[in-house]
């Protein structure tokens, strides 16, 4: 498709980013690739590619989810802040993604992993009445934030914010636990700058 004023085709360079998405999407199961493939895309920005948008993870930015029972209000009410405010750092897209979009968490890759697995399924619950979160969605908000590393199950079960559903070798997810709610509202607390 080209851009009538300048005669460039808009999309150009996106098939390189685009294929490479694609295939580490497909290690995941289906029903999470197209999350996956799309916050790679959008990550891409800081590495110099195509993606017009910067801000992982697991989707676009823009309106809440209309299957969302809360949306990101929910959210806001919850942790005690503006829902403007948390709106620069947290996003729900149409398919009920979620998106950080917030500079480094964490103080180390294991830290790091805790935050953003905990932003992640904090928001899923509040906004969405999703209670679980899938570990390739964990997996992927970590690669997306470059905070990934093999030790990944084993430093999400050390801090214990996240409780561990299913089989070793099976489809895993998490669940919050209390310490994990009140980690992740203190996180959105301070990436808010303080209370409502």
């Known amino acids: 498709m080209n851009d009538s004023s300048s005669g460039k085709n ?4 996106w098939e390189d980013a685009a294929a490479d998405a694609v295939a580490f ?19 891409s920005e800081s590495r110099g590619t195509a993606a017009s948008t910067k801000g992982p993870v697991l989707g676009a930015g823009g309106t809440p989810s209309p299957k969302a029972p809360g949306g990101i209000a929910a959210v806001a009410q919850d942790a005690g802040v503006d829902a403007n ?13 979620v998106t950080v979009r917030a500079a480094r968490l964490g103080t180390s890759y294991a830290d790091s992993q805790n935050v953003y697995s905990t932003l992640l399924a904090y928001v899923r619950e509040k906004a969405l009445g999703e209670l679980d979160t899938e570990s390739a969605l964990i997996r992927a908000i970590c690669n997306v934030h470059r905070c990934i590393d093999r030790n990944l ?41 303080g209370s409502d």
């Open 85 to 97: 405010t948390l709106g620069r750092f947290i996003q729900i897209a149409e398919g009920g993604t």
């Open 25 to 43: 999407a497909e290690q995941f199961p289906p029903e999470v690739r197209s999350g996956i493939v799309l916050a790679l895309l959008m990550s």
């Open 153 to 193: 199950a084993a430093n999400l079960r050390n801090r214990a914010w996240l409780l561990e559903h299913g089989v070793k070798g099976g489809n895993k997810s998490y669940r919050l636990s209390p310490e994990g709610e009140q980690a992740a509202r203190e996180q959105i607390v301070s990436l808010c700058g």
């Open 10 to 13: 808009r999309f150009e360079g």
